[in-house]
């Protein structure tokens, strides 16, 4: 079993639908919990970024974490055909060594 | 991308020859980190980097060297590239657990 699962898509939804990304991990040292978002040809960017469970909101983009079920999501609200990228999940534990292990990536096609 | 160059962007290079590709920080950041991205495999980490001269492998790391003799230099060299390394390399830079930040990213073709 891989240490983080996500699937790769292509999802493709219509502009203005709530999109729900979602990944899930087998290692229950993990605490920190990311997402980065690729343009095509870029480099990943952080996106959002979490500490322990919970929800964490920024503008149109909502992270939740459910580490008893070692289950992460990004939730886009209204959502923009500039949203359209690849995003990955990523998460870390603690400790000295902060080396983060990453999801493949699910590619999202927001259609105008 | 704001305090992490890496050059070359682009390159095409033949079997068999030694290739360096450099990245380049401005931030002080002391961990420093080269991936691969190839499609179905995501992100595969190549070597790290935790302060100046102090490197240590990751997954894919056969093929490959680093060497980091500045804290705002990190090299990663093929010694002999082979078609499998073909691939585009990114280069991430970190300080402490604030999540990484990465470079624009070096297509490498080897033909």
């Not at chain 2, 992490?4 to 682009?10: A, D, F």
């Not at chain 2, 705002?72 to 990114?90: G, H, I, K, M, P």
Request: proline share 4%.
């Amino acid at each position: 079993q891989k240490e983080v699962e996500q699937d790769p898509g292509p999802l493709s939804v219509p502009e203005g639908a709530i999109v729900s990304l979602n990944c899930t991990y087998s290692n229950s040292a993990f605490q920190y919990f990311m997402w980065y978002r690729q343009y095509s040809r870029k480099g990943p960017e952080l996106l959002m970024y979490t500490y322990s469970s919970g929800n964490k909101e920024d503008g149109r983009f909502t992270a939740q974490v459910d580490k008893s079920s070692k289950y992460i999501s990004l939730f886009i609200r209204d959502s923009q055909p500039s949203d359209s990228a690849t995003y990955l999940c990523a998460m870390s534990a603690l400790g000295r060594d902060d080396k983060i292990i990453f999801g493949k990536g699910t590619r999202l096609h927001i259609l105008p | 991308d704001a305090g992490i160059t890496q050059s070359p962007r682009h390159k095409v290079t033949e079997t068999g020859t030694p290739v360096t590709l450099r990245c380049h920080q401005t931030e002080n950041h002391r961990y420093m980190y080269w991936y691969r991205q190839d499609p179905g495999h995501g992100l595969r980490l190549i070597h790290y980097s935790y302060g100046v001269k102090d490197t240590d492998k990751g997954e894919v790391s056969d093929g490959y060297s680093v060497s980091r003799s500045k804290t705002e230099d990190f090299l990663l060299t093929l010694e002999s590239a082979t078609s499998s390394q073909t691939s585009v390399y990114f280069c991430a830079i970190s300080e402490g657990q604030d999540g990484y930040t990465f470079g624009s990213g070096t297509r490498l073709t080897v033909v």
